[in-house]
């Protein structure tokens, strides 16, 4: 579990800090990370690296979506993360999300973060009163990481 936290904080660091950290030289990614990444997602395009203590950032695209790939420095893929929409969540996370939620207003910037197996998705629910950060795991239970009152 602490490696999941471990793996999921640094994801969510290279969201927060990727507009003002400066991009990794590729020649600096080692080549076991760059042959595993190739083989791992062949179709990616407009691939930028960034390195965070032992871990290399992948920041690319495929298909027109965003996507982030972790890796270690034995070139282990330690988690992955990307941008979806409410219609792109799993039907019983999508369902269960509804009904916890109704006359919520659900972004459709939803946050979905991959690691050891596990999936995890971060995303608001807004009405007139509040705004809530919602966490909700592929079995959909929801937790909620924090409250703004509008």
């Known amino acids: 579990m602490k490696k999941v936290t471990t793996v999921l904080t640094a994801i969510a660091f290279f969201f ?11 020649e600096t990614v080692t080549p076991v990370v760059k042959a595993v990444f190739t083989k791992d997602f062949a179709k990616a395009e407009n691939i930028t ?3 965070s203590a032992d871990t290399y950032f992948a920041q690319f695209t495929i298909d027109s979506k965003s996507v982030t790939a972790a890796y270690n420095e034995k070139g282990e893929l330690t988690g992955t993360s990307r941008y979806i929409t409410v219609a792109e969540l799993p039907m019983p996370v999508s369902i269960a999300i509804a009904k916890a939620y109704a006359g919520y207003t659900i972004s459709d910037n939803i946050s979905e973060i991959s690691s050891n197996g596990e999936i ?3 995303f ?15 079995n959909a239970h929801f937790t909620n990481e924090g409250r703004v009152k509008k």
């Not at 608001?124 to 592929?138: G, L, M, R």
Request: glycine share 0%; charged share 25%.
């Open 16 to 26: 927060a800090t990727s507009a003002f950290a400066k991009t990794s030289d590729p």
């Open 49 to 51: 690296w960034r390195k």
């Open 124 to 138: 608001t629910a807004s009405n007139d009163k509040y705004t809530f950060n919602v966490k909700a795991d592929s």
């Open 120 to 122: 995890t998705y971060y």
